[in-house]
């Protein structure tokens, strides 16, 4: 549980403690192959015979979220979803590809990733504009959605 070794310290110097919740949650995202929803969050924990309230999950995402430990993506009309941020760590900018048919949440690939945040980079400099970590949503359809509605479904 590396991550969770990461986000102790940096918690604790920020004045909040890791509690069992806390890193159960990030032990959920961790181990997550997909982006995850509160209620999928929710329903892992109630898995494990966690007794906890959505509002609860809701409220530690948010402070993760703040603490940039986990990053939020908002879709349209749909529930968000959380990932890891792997602070210090990962790209200056995630890049995420929402379908808007679907709702299916894709990382854009590590090589366009790296082009990507060269751009950023180069950006930066060029602008003298010192650029955040964030991440940046692309709406559109995906592969299986385009070829349906192609279809006319
Ligand atoms: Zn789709």
Redesign the pocket.
């Known amino acids: 549980m590396e991550y969770i070794i990461n986000i102790r310290p940096a918690l604790y110097n920020k004045g909040y403690r890791i509690t069992g919740q806390r890193q159960q949650i990030i032990r959920i995202l961790d181990k997550a192959t997909d982006h995850q929803s509160a209620y999928k969050i929710y329903e892992e924990l109630r898995k494990m015979n966690h007794r906890v309230s959505i509002a609860t999950i809701y409220r530690t995402l948010d402070l993760l979220v703040e603490l940039n430990f986990v990053r939020r993506i908002d879709r349209h009309k749909q529930p968000s979803v959380y990932e890891l941020a792997d602070p210090g760590k990962g790209p200056t900018v995630k890049v995420h590809l929402i ?6 949440v894709q990382d854009i690939s590590s090589s366009l990733s790296v082009m990507f945040n060269d751009l950023v980079g180069k950006a930066q400099l060029y602008h003298e504009f010192s650029i955040e970590p964030q991440a940046i949503s692309l709406r559109g ?2 592969a ?2 385009r070829v349906e509605s192609a279809r006319g479904n």
């Open positions: 379908c808007r048919k679907c709702n299916q359809l995906c299986k959605c």
